[in-house]
């Protein structure tokens, strides 16, 4: 029986860090994408956004996100926006934990995906966030990009796009 | 290898339908997963679920969600159905759930279930149900509505039921 869930493509950062983590030239021979990463970013904070673009493009994007800090829940609507990342001045060593599922990523239909992010923090503020995403667009996902706002992604954030077979 | 992660049914409606519903469950798994990629054609309305047909006032939920401008959470016992997510009337397939079940097949404990689910730009949404039988599952029916159902599901939604394996 062919491998329901398989690994596609896994990318690692090495020491220079990484402006951007990117899929390419994904194949079109499942039915759904889990994109599962654990990053941090070398910018100050600890509340720093990663945004995501498909196939090159930032346009088209659409999201309601629900997030807690530990004190307030809080819901809001960023498009492009997916999870948060441990920055420079959060707890040393610790990355946060991100995944994204998209399902149906080959159709012509429009493409609807899941994110989560879980951003540890030993102090006060660390923050749990989910996503609804819509990307408006009837094109194959072929292209994933991840990118983080105003930073780079440092050495030893990872990420692995798996593959999923319905069938 | 023992396959851990298997597809057991997809189904993709072909026309507007009441309902969908997996029935014979395999109890060789240790969960289920079930995504989806859903719309309906008439206003916002709940997604629920039964198990084994049973429609008494057996399941429970809480759920917490946000909508952009604001959260919400709220609850329901002594339900009639179980509850996943909540569609909009737009007539799109923008509303993507996925659900984990847990423990299934255990004939000494109640069955939950997990769902993240959402509409891009309106509406995100956790989810926890329970069903108060200690029976195992070895059918899931899916509607739209507290009537089950109240709507139809339109076509071109899509659910797929998966098997996960603990060893």
């Known amino acids: ?167 | 290898m023992a396959i851990t992660y298997e597809p057991i049914a997809t189904t993709t409606l072909s026309t507007a339908t009441a309902s969908v519903s997996f029935s014979s469950i395999p109890q060789t798994y240790t969960d289920l997963l079930i995504i989806g990629q859903l719309g309906q054609s008439a206003s916002n309305n709940s997604v629920r679920y039964r198990y084994n047909s049973d429609s008494g006032t057996n399941y429970s939920y809480i759920y917490m969600k946000g909508v952009g401008s604001g959260v919400g959470s709220g609850t329901e016992a002594n339900a009639t159905s179980g509850y996943i997510t909540e569609t909009s009337g737009d007539g799109g397939l923008n509303c993507i759930f996925k659900c984990n079940i847990l423990n299934y097949t255990n004939t000494t404990t109640y069955k939950t279930l997990i769902t993240r689910s959402g509409r891009a730009s309106e509406l995100v949404d956790l989810v926890v149900s329970m069903w108060r039988n200690t029976s195992a599952i070895t059918s899931i029916t899916i509607a739209q509505g507290a009537s089950f159902p109240t709507n139809n599901l339109i076509s071109g939604s899509t659910f797929t039921l998966y098997g996960i394996k603990a060893a």
């Not at chain 1, 492009?80 to 946060?96: D, E, I, K, P, W």
């Not at chain 1, 399902?103 to 660390?126: C, G, L």
């Not at chain 1, 995403?133 to 105003?150: E, H, Q, S």
């Open chain 1, 1 to 167: 029986m062919p491998t329901t869930y398989q690994a596609i493509a896994t990318v690692t950062v090495g020491g220079g860090g990484a402006a951007t983590i990117q899929f390419s030239s994904i194949p079109a021979t499942y039915t759904d994408l889990e994109l599962v990463y654990s990053t941090r970013d070398d910018r100050g904070g600890t509340q720093n956004g990663v945004n995501i673009s498909i196939n090159g493009s930032t346009s088209n994007f659409t999201h309601t996100g629900l997030q807690s800090n530990g004190s307030s829940v809080s819901s809001f609507n960023i498009p492009r926006f997916v999870a948060y990342n441990n920055g420079s001045t959060s707890t040393a060593n610790t990355f946060a934990n991100n995944a994204i599922y998209f399902v149906n990523y080959a159709t012509s239909n429009n493409k609807v995906f899941i994110s989560d992010s879980a951003e540890e923090n030993n102090a006060s503020t660390a923050f749990i966030l989910i996503g609804a995403n819509r990307w408006g667009v009837t094109d194959a996902i072929t292209t994933i990009t991840l990118t983080p706002d105003t930073a780079n992604f440092v050495q030893y954030s990872t990420a692995t796009l798996y593959g999923i077979k319905n069938s």
